[in-house]
């Protein structure tokens, strides 16, 4: 319960800060929001980096959390959603047709940085034997490419939600629009 009243907190003071600045509600919730609520991960993370001779324990922090975030964060709304909209109306809920449009490019974008970002890994273990190290060019060029991806995502979803990449048809799910 603290858990989620931190989170709301969290959230109602940065909602009121992005209000103040003119950021869109989205925007804040990929930069801001995912920051302040990732940092207790990022401790956890460092700690498990630094008590462990290899990097899988770090990784497999952040990759947990990110999967509980994703599945948990997503899943169970969507089932809550889900299933209230199917008892009062009788018909199913589909994520596209309301409001959230912008939600299927943001998620491909973020699909896509997350793969960008596990090639990296995989050729990192592949050429140094592990995520972690390798000469100090090198652990730069990585820091600095993954550090890139999330400016790009987080550049990509203000676009969006700002309306400056015009209407995305081709992610409407067209099939369920028409039902």
């Excluded at 939600?103 to 592990?130: D, E, K, N």
Aim: hydrophobic share 50%; glycine share 6%; net charge neutral.
């Amino acid at each position: 319960m603290l858990c989620g009243v931190l989170t709301f907190a969290i959230y109602s003071v940065l909602q009121t800060f992005a209000c103040l600045i003119g950021m869109h509600e989205c925007v804040t919730a990929v930069t801001l929001v995912a920051i302040c609520t990732s940092i207790p991960d990022l401790v956890t993370s460092a700690r498990a980096a630094k008590q462990s001779k290899t990097a899988d324990p770090a990784l497999l922090s952040i990759l947990g959390a990110n999967a509980s975030n994703v599945f948990v964060g997503l899943g169970l709304p969507w089932t809550i959603i889900t299933t209230y909209q199917m008892w009062n109306t009788g018909k199913p809920y589909y994520l596209g047709v309301t409001e959230t449009m912008e939600i299927t490019f943001i998620l491909v974008v973020f699909v896509i940085c997350s793969f960008v970002a596990l090639l990296v890994l995989a050729i990192r273990r592949y050429i140094f034997l592990g995520e972690l190290g390798g000469s100090k060019p090198c652990k730069w060029f990585s820091s600095c490419l993954l550090f890139s991806l999330w400016v790009v995502f987080v550049a990509l979803c203000a676009l969006e939600c700002h309306g400056h990449l015009g209407k995305q048809e081709y992610f409407e799910p067209k099939a369920l629009l028409a039902t």
